[in-house]
């Protein structure tokens, strides 16, 4: 199992961006799935997060200018991110808690990460 995150870039103040992460490989269920960032020398903040349903839960820093969405017959979250600033410079990760299906007999769930995605607004 792997979760492969791509779509960042340059953007410049005001712009808008699509992150995207896929999981891929043998996986029985996928509850929630979720954008964390992580600017230099900070620690790791959740940005928005979306379960299985749909429900979405945002930091305040993001809400009103991004969107987190899914489609669960790809197995893939969306980030829209519009006005951007450039104090959302940083390293956008995702995250999956799924039940890969090695884990077919306990329905344990584990925390995949993607590998990154870097994203940054210049001013």
């Known amino acids: 199992v792997q979760l492969q995150a791509s779509g960042g870039g340059l953007v410049q103040a005001g712009g808008s961006l699509r992150l995207s992460c896929q999981a891929s490989?043998?996986?029985?269920?996928?509850?929630?799935m979720g954008w964390y960032r992580q600017a230099p020398g900070k620690q790791r903040d959740l940005v928005a997060v979306?379960?299985?349903?749909?429900?979405?839960n945002y930091a305040d820093f993001v809400k009103g200018r991004f969107t987190i969405s899914r489609d669960n017959a790809k197995n893939t979250v969306y980030l829209q991110m519009n006005g951007l600033r450039p104090e959302d410079t940083a390293v956008y990760y995702c995250?999956?808690?799924?039940?890969?299906?090695?884990?077919?007999?306990?329905?344990?769930?584990?925390?995949?990460w993607g590998q990154g995605t870097e994203l940054t607004v210049s001013s």
């Open positions: 979306i379960s299985s349903v749909g429900t979405t």
């Open positions: 995250k999956a808690d799924l039940t890969p299906a090695r884990a077919y007999y306990t329905s344990t769930l584990y925390q995949y």
């Open positions: 490989g043998n996986i029985l269920r996928i509850n929630d």
